[in-house]
């Protein structure tokens, strides 16, 4: 190999673990401000735990969340998307209105689906938007959107409705004051 091809090699290489890094510190603030939200704070050890297993690194992960509270109503995963979604041109409202089936985050949302959807249990991605404090949810429940406050933006695709909601307001609807979601059933 020649020196140039080394150097590039290597430039490739640090820019996509640069990227895993930024990948996995967006969903691990996520993992944090659910479990801050919903008062899990006891599980953040076994979840960390359960993040090394799969990764040797002591990470808090969506789908160690997901699979350590089964009775979530969703089943999350993150993405930071490869371009920031206030400057894509395909993530404007008119773009929307044209296609959103061309957005990054509804693509992103379909890959997610097909990767760890179960039966009919809602999934939702997160993924960030600028000056929206933990960033924006898309999903496919019906009953939590309808019970969030604030705007939501309705995707319908011949009867089955995509929503994007803000997560801060998705989680605090959840909680409600401490009256919704609890863990009541954990697999730790």
Not at 3 to 15: A, G, L
Not at 51 to 79: D, I, Q, Y
Request: charged share 30%; with cysteine.
């Amino acid at each position: 190999m020649k020196k140039k091809d080394i150097r590039e090699d290597i430039r490739r290489k640090v820019i996509q673990r640069r990227k895993q890094q930024s990948e996995d510190s967006f969903e691990e603030l996520r993992v944090r401000f659910l479990i801050k939200s919903f008062k899990l704070d006891k599980f953040t050890k076994p979840l960390l735990k359960m993040g090394e297993t799969r990764t040797g690194r002591p990470l808090l992960l969506l789908s160690c969340f997901n699979e350590g509270f089964p009775t979530f109503p969703f089943l999350l995963g993150a993405s930071r998307l490869d371009k920031a979604v206030h400057k894509d041109p395909k993530c404007t409202f008119p773009a929307l209105f044209q296609n959103y089936r061309g957005a990054s985050f509804v693509k992103a949302y379909e890959e997610l689906y097909e990767r760890i959807s179960v039966g009919d249990k809602p999934v939702g991605l997160i993924f960030p938007r600028n000056r929206i404090q933990q960033g924006l949810l898309i999903h496919n429940s019906e009953l939590i959107a309808k019970r969030v406050e604030g705007m939501t933006l309705t995707l319908n695709n011949k009867g089955h409705f995509l929503f994007v909601q803000p997560l801060l307001s998705v989680v605090s609807s959840m909680y409600n004051h401490g009256h919704g979601w609890k863990a009541d059933i954990t697999h730790f």
